[in-house]
């Protein structure tokens, strides 16, 4: 056995805790980072890389087949085959060296193994030949060991092995039917992608699709996918579920509904993987979410183990915003403010502080990748409205504007903004329709920055672009006059 002495021990090599690597290390503290399966984590591997990667052809090709004389260019069906060499691609064939070399050009070390804290600032590694690494931390030990797929309670799921998102976006075979348990956002990412690949998809779903957006976000990719093909079921759950002998799962729904597929995908949320992690060693409890401060830092809630703020939890595993953006973010902070904790220089934990990560309350931008995208940032009515906001809400068409339509021969989509009256800034924004994605970022900056709506209006907007849209909000709250 070995032990070794770092400043900084970071446990999981997902995008989170390389950010935070890089920035303590940039900081001047020596880094070490444990990894047990991927440098790279989930996203690169099993979630946004491929995900978005086998649903772009099928993006591309509907987005030819709304232009008129374009559409005509398109002929025959998706190439399943190279959309998924193109995902291959994307993915590195599985492989991280590149990683590996990225993590030793900015000097940080790497150790491969399971993880596990063992008592205040320090770790033991197990690595895959079963050889043990204790390290040993001067100032923080971070824990960015992610999320894994939550697979519900119901008779039979787990024994089935269903696919979750790492099967589904790792497909290498796609099956002839695929069904799909829940009407979150992989489940309607999955449903996309798998309909453009001929595939019968069924999608079950207790409530309707992509709660917590705006209704008409769910409603409107709902009635694309029920077009393109699929079989939805909402309202309802999996009762039960078996394999036949000849591979085939049989599944019930809870009406009693007999179904039957080649897979079924379970796409029901996430669970912390913090199961095997020597959090009881610190007085935390195995399997949990790790509850975070505004510097990422782990709430002792009295804890003498925890003395000192030692222990940071960064990314998905504190379950404040699971998105591999927001996490990288959290991730710079939490950098940055161990090196600073480190060094004794000043800190800025306040609202928008550099070691803060106030955007995970007012500005949380997502991109659902469906056919039509769903892109969000800030606050629904719905939530404006629980937070006790005195908003004005501004509905508006995006199909009415130029630029929509000649991006597609009948666009179809619909903007939501969502007005502060007091502070008369915007607080929300919620974009559905096709190629909406890349529009978000103006209204993130908007909310973040607190662009006053007066200000707005000389933030003028090309023509003929579909954020043309922005002008079309602001008539509906009001042009401010000379008096205002
Ligand atoms: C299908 C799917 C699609 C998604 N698409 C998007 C998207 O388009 N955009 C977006 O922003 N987000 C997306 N997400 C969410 C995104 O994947 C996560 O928010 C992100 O991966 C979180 O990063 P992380 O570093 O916190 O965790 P992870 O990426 O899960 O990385 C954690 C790492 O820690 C390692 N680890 C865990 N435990 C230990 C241990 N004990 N010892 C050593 N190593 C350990 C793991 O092996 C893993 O490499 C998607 C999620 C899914 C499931
Ligand atoms: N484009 C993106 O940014 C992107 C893409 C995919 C995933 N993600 C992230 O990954 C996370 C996980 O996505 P997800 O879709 O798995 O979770 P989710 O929380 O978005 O959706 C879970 C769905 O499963 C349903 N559900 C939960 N338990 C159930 C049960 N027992 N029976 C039936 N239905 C049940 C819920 O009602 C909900 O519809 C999300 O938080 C999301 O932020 C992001």
Redesign the pocket.
Request: charged share 20%.
């Given at each position: 056995m070995t032990t070794r002495a770092y400043d900084l021990i970071i446990?999981?090599?997902?995008?989170?805790?390389?950010n935070v690597a890089d920035r303590a290390a940039s900081g001047g503290l020596s880094v070490v980072i444990?990894?047990?399966?991927?440098?790279?984590?989930?996203?690169?591997y099993?979630?946004?890389i491929p995900?978005?990667a086998i649903l772009r052809p099928g993006a591309a090709i509907a987005a030819a087949r709304r232009v008129g004389g374009a559409a005509e260019a398109v002929s025959g069906s998706i190439n399943v085959a190279a959309v998924l060499k193109r995902r291959d691609y994307w993915v590195s064939d599985w492989d991280d060296s590149g990683q590996v070399e990225w993590l030793q050009g900015v000097g940080v070390d790497l150790v491969r193994?399971?993880?596990?804290i063992t008592g205040p600032r320090t770790v033991s590694?197990t690595g895959p030949d079963g050889s043990i690494t204790s390290l040993v931390a001067h100032h923080a030990v971070v824990v960015?060991?992610?999320?894994a797929?939550l697979i519900p309670d119901v008779p039979g799921l787990a024994e089935i092995e269903p696919w979750t998102?790492r099967e589904?976006?790792g497909v290498q075979t796609v099956p002839k039917r695929l069904a799909i348990l829940g009407g979150g956002?992989?489940a309607a990412?999955?449903a996309t992608a798998y309909v453009s690949f001929g595939t019968e998809v069924t999608l079950i779903a207790r409530s309707g699709l992509l709660g917590g957006l705006e209704p008409f976000a769910g409603e409107a990719v709902l009635a694309a996918l029920r077009e393109a093909g699929a079989s939805v079921h909402l309202g309802r759950s999996i009762a039960s579920a078996s394999r036949t002998d000849a591979g085939e799962v049989e599944y019930t729904l809870d009406d009693g509904t007999a179904l039957v597929a080649d897979e079924l995908l379970v796409a029901t949320g996430?669970t912390p993987?913090s199961e095997?992690?020597g959090l009881e060693t610190v007085g935390l409890k195995p399997g949990s979410w790790l509850d975070v401060d505004e510097t990422l830092r782990v709430l002792t809630h009295g804890n003498p183990q925890l003395e000192g703020g030692w222990l940071y939890a960064?990314?998905?595993?504190n379950h404040r915003v699971?998105?591999?953006?927001?996490?990288k973010y959290q991730g710079r902070a939490a950098g940055d403010v161990i090196v600073a904790r480190a060094k004794g220089l000043a800190q800025d934990g306040g609202t928008w502080g550099v070691h803060a990560a106030t955007a995970d309350h007012r500005a949380v931008p997502?991109?659902v990748?469906s056919d039509p995208e769903v892109a969000s940032v800030g606050l629904t009515a719905d939530a404006a409205e629980e937070a006790g906001l005195r908003v004005k809400v501004l509905d508006y068409d995006l199909g009415a504007v130029s630029g929509s339509g000649l991006h597609a021969d009948g666009y179809a989509g619909q903007v939501r903004a969502i007005v502060d009256l007091d502070r008369e800034v915007l607080v929300g924004m919620t974009l559905v329709g096709a190629d909406v994605a890349e529009m978000l970022h103006a209204a993130t900056i908007a909310i973040v920055g607190e662009v006053p709506i007066a200000r707005l209006w000389h933030a003028v907007p090309a023509f003929p672009t579909m954020s043309e849209v922005w002008l079309r909000l602001l008539e509906a709250y009001g042009r401010p006059t000379a008096e205002d």
């Open positions: 446990i999981g090599a997902g995008p989170v805790g390389e444990v990894e047990a399966e991927l440098i790279g984590g989930e996203c690169s099993w979630a946004c995900s978005k193994g399971h993880g596990r590694v960015s060991t992610g999320s797929a998102s589904a976006t956002v992989v990412e999955m996430r993987r095997d992690l960064v990314g998905d595993i699971l998105l591999t953006h927001q996490g997502s991109v990748f």
